[in-house]
């Protein structure tokens, strides 16, 4: 059993930078791919960025490419998502999730191998 809890949401404008963070609890934490998603109103949740156990492989959506950075501290149960050169698109409710995949398997198929979702924070991108 793993439970998620996002934070670091919040109102930006356009250009700022934010950073997420998911605290996770469980005794296997490093053994999870971990990863963040998106979901605008009216729209299906999107893959944003995947990350390994280990913190050895990552894999990103085209928008968020040179802009997000996925990252995570196994000795403190905590995945990180550092956003900067934010735009309105990027609005909407970021959520952390844990899985068993490969990084590119979890961001390409996330509902085959995403076992823990956790409740979501919202960012807002002003224009």
């Known amino acids: 059993q793993v439970q998620l809890v996002e934070s670091g949401g919040g109102l930006v404008q356009t250009g700022g930078s934010l950073r997420l963070s998911c605290a996770a609890s469980?005794?296997?934490?490093?053994?999870?791919?971990m990863g963040w998603f998106r979901q605008a109103p009216g729209k299906e949740r999107e893959f944003v960025a995947t990350?390994?156990?280990?913190?050895?492989?990552?894999y990103y959506a085209d928008s968020v490419k040179g802009r997000f950075t996925i990252s995570r501290d196994n000795a403190l149960n905590t995945l990180l998502l550092q956003m900067n050169s934010l735009k309105p698109e990027d609005t909407a409710v970021y959520y952390c999730a844990a899985g068993s995949s490969t990084a590119q398997g979890m961001g390409l198929s996330p509902t085959k191998v995403i076992n823990y979702w956790g409740q979501g924070t919202q960012v807002t991108v002003s224009s």
């Open positions: 469980g005794r296997t934490f490093s053994s999870y791919t």
């Open positions: 990350i390994t156990g280990n913190g050895g492989t990552t």
